[in-house]
């Protein structure tokens, strides 16, 4: 599949963890365009030792990324929706190429997984605690919101890319890390878009 892209990695034929790209993985994955049956990409399908392998990666991350301050986590989120709007074309074309959702609706999932992503930009800014009534005037109940490690992500194929978002960017915005697998269907509009985060 030929797609004009400004972002290089939108047609990796490859698994994203731990920060790099690899292809030694596994046996062949074939993804096929549903109303052509044409081999529309071919990727590494991982296993359970790949699996470990990215929990142990996402699990080495959590410590330092737990203590990024909220604005930076804010801007990463904000940048990654930009991306995925910059590419918004693409990313919808290569939708209806792998699931067979009509054009217009694929941009219209492309849009609001960058909304989602948005969103939870925002929402990274205002992760609050609170404190509660005690039932004695000598105490006091403090809630405090804090990750609490690898999250970890299984997504469907109707909504590959908003699914996505909607898992990651929250995880991502409270300051958890994540290990996410897209639907076996639809591999690489969800790796191009949430996946590579």
Known sequence: MNLPSAHPSLMQRAVSMAGRWTTTVGDELVVENPATGRTLATLPRCGDSEARAAVAAAAAAFPAWRKVPAPTKARVLRDWAALVRGERENL???LTLEQGKPLAEARAEVDYGAEYIEWFAEEARRIYGSTMPAPTADRRIVCLREPVGVVGCITPWNF???MLARKIAPA??????VVAKPA?????VGVCAGGAR
Request: net charge negative; aromatic share 0%; glycine share 6%.
């Open 92 to 94: 919808a074309l290569l």
């Open 160 to 162: 590959p890319i908003a």
């Open 172 to 177: 991502l915005a409270a300051g958890c890390t």
């Open 184 to 188: 076996e269907l639809t591999p690489p």
